[in-house]
């Protein structure tokens, strides 16, 4: 029983702190106007976030190693949920994106004690699990995403919406938190940092994990300036892009660990792979209502399914520290979301929104060779 009471708890908490990020999606066209910025300045914004991740990243092992993932996940929870009650009264870009730093740091030390925590159970039970829980935070995301777009139908306040959320929400997230276990972080090797010489595998997971970030990440800064400004909605229709990803990102989560164990690792990445290409053409190609929610869901099935394979893969990497590893392939996303975000406004500034989906095409054409070459890497 308690087993499946931590499960569920640890299910909990990436539920929970996407939903949030289901807010920051939505609402991205608000903060825009807010802080009277353009394309590229919320790019920065976004860059600022992940740069404050990937410090908090670099030593957010040594830190759990100190304490626990669980002193971890308390502190960053209370931390996180705080710091969205001043977001409604920042005036300028240079503020936001201070505030934005200071999430990074707080998400980026959250990120890497839910997933350790995470791949300790996933071994602690000797199955397939990480799909399953990432499921939950792209779950997390699509409810955020359609309540904050009711909320954004409704004429709802940003800081109302804030207030609701955190109102509601941190109570919860404390209480979850605290039926954790006492987590006992297993010891395997002296490579505690990431500063060593990594085997093949951890260049190729931190790989793919980049590439997939681009898509993840396009959706939840850009879904909602695609469809308002290129598909041309408003109200509720601006949340179908994120609300038709996460779908399919959900079910493909679910469903992930499942057919993992039935077609093997390297099938089932090529499936995703094959599937997010088809999709970025369609989101670059074509400009109607239809085509827009077609194609973010199938990206949403593309896209499912990769990141939680490199941290299940990265978890169990033989002569590395479980936490090393995944901080590695978290450090692989979040410098992606430290660069990409910036490059992409101003594509999309020159180019229209629209344009920002061909580069990755172009970036995921490149990287499925490496993925048929590494098929050993995924028996």
């Given at each position: 029983?308690?087993?499946?009471?931590?499960?569920?708890?640890?299910?909990?908490?990436?539920?929970?702190?996407?939903?949030?990020?289901?807010?920051?999606?939505?609402?991205?066209?608000?903060?825009?106007?807010?802080?009277?910025?353009?394309?590229?300045?919320?790019?920065?914004?976004?860059?600022?976030?992940?740069?404050?991740?990937?410090?908090?990243?670099?030593?957010?092992?040594?830190?759990?190693?100190?304490?626990?993932?669980?002193?971890?996940?308390?502190?960053?929870?209370?931390?996180?949920?705080?710091?969205?009650?001043?977001?409604?009264?920042?005036?300028?870009?240079?503020?936001?994106?201070?505030?934005?730093?200071?999430?990074?740091?707080?998400?980026?030390?959250?990120?890497?004690?839910?997933?350790?925590?995470?791949?300790?159970?996933?071994?602690?039970?000797?199955?397939?699990?990480?799909?399953?829980?990432?499921?939950?935070?792209?779950?997390?995301?699509?409810?955020?995403?359609?309540?904050?777009?009711?909320?954004?139908?409704?004429?709802?306040?940003?800081?109302?919406?804030?207030?609701?959320?955190?109102?509601?929400?941190?109570?919860?997230?404390?209480?979850?938190?605290?039926?954790?276990?006492?987590?006992?972080?297993?010891?395997?090797?002296?490579?505690?940092?990431?500063?060593?010489?990594?085997?093949?595998?951890?260049?190729?997971?931190?790989?793919?994990?980049?590439?997939?970030?681009?898509?993840?990440?396009?959706?939840?800064?850009?879904?909602?300036?695609?469809?308002?400004?290129?598909?041309?909605?408003?109200?509720?229709?601006?949340?179908?892009?994120?609300?038709?990803?996460?779908?399919?990102?959900?079910?493909?989560?679910?469903s992930g660990d499942?057919?993992?164990?039935?077609?093997?690792?390297?099938?089932?990445?090529?499936?995703l792979f094959l599937?997010?290409?088809?999709?970025?053409?369609?989101?670059?190609?074509?400009?109607?209502?239809?085509?827009?929610?077609?194609?973010?869901?199938?990206?949403?099935?593309?896209?499912?399914?990769?990141?939680?394979?490199?941290?299940?893969?990265?978890?169990?990497?033989?002569?590395?520290?479980s936490g090393a590893?995944?901080?590695?392939?978290?450090?692989?996303?979040?410098?992606?979301?430290?660069?990409?975000?910036?490059?992409?406004?101003?594509?999309?500034?020159?180019?229209?929104?629209?344009?920002?989906?061909?580069?990755?095409?172009?970036?995921?054409?490149?990287?499925?060779?490496?993925?048929?070459?590494?098929?050993?890497?995924?028996?």
């Amino acid at each position: 029983m308690k087993i499946i009471n931590d499960i569920l708890a640890t299910r909990l908490l990436f539920f929970i702190m996407a939903f949030f990020v289901g807010l920051w999606t939505i609402r991205i066209p608000t903060i825009k106007d807010q802080i009277n910025t353009d394309y590229f300045g919320i790019g920065l914004v976004m860059a600022t976030f992940a740069i404050g991740s990937i410090i908090a990243m670099i030593f957010a092992n040594k830190f759990i190693k100190m304490s626990s993932c669980r002193t971890i996940l308390f502190y960053t929870s209370i931390l996180q949920n705080l710091l969205w009650l001043p977001t409604p009264f920042i005036p300028s870009l240079q503020i936001f994106m201070i505030i934005s730093f200071m999430f990074g740091l707080c998400f980026g030390s959250f990120e890497i004690s839910c997933n350790l925590y995470a791949s300790n159970l996933e071994k602690r039970e000797k199955k397939s699990m990480m799909s399953g829980f990432h499921a939950f935070w792209s779950l997390g995301v699509l409810l955020g995403s359609i309540v904050t777009s009711l909320f954004l139908e409704w004429n709802i306040s940003l800081l109302n919406n804030i207030l609701v959320y955190v109102i509601i929400l941190l109570p919860i997230n404390i209480f979850i938190v605290l039926r954790l276990e006492s987590d006992k972080i297993e010891n395997r090797s002296n490579k505690h940092s990431i500063f060593f010489i990594w085997p093949l595998i951890i260049f190729v997971l931190a790989l793919i994990s980049m590439v997939n970030a681009l898509t993840e990440g396009s959706v939840d800064s850009w879904g909602a300036l695609y469809m308002r400004d290129y598909i041309k909605v408003d109200g509720f229709l601006i949340g179908l892009a994120t609300v038709s990803f996460n779908i399919f990102m959900v079910i493909g989560r679910l469903s992930g660990d499942w057919i993992r164990d039935k077609i093997g690792v390297y099938n089932l990445l090529t499936i995703l792979f094959l599937t997010s290409i088809i999709s970025l053409y369609i989101l670059f190609t074509y400009d109607g209502v239809i085509t827009a929610i077609f194609g973010f869901a199938l990206l949403g099935i593309g896209s499912s399914a990769i990141i939680p394979i490199a941290y299940s893969l990265a978890g169990k990497v033989e002569g590395i520290d479980s936490g090393a590893a995944i901080a590695i392939v978290s450090i692989a996303v979040y410098g992606t979301f430290m660069g990409a975000p910036a490059t992409l406004g101003i594509v999309a500034n020159n180019y229209g929104v629209n344009s920002i989906f061909f580069p990755m095409l172009i970036i995921f054409l490149f990287v499925l060779p490496i993925i048929f070459a590494s098929k050993k890497y995924f028996k």
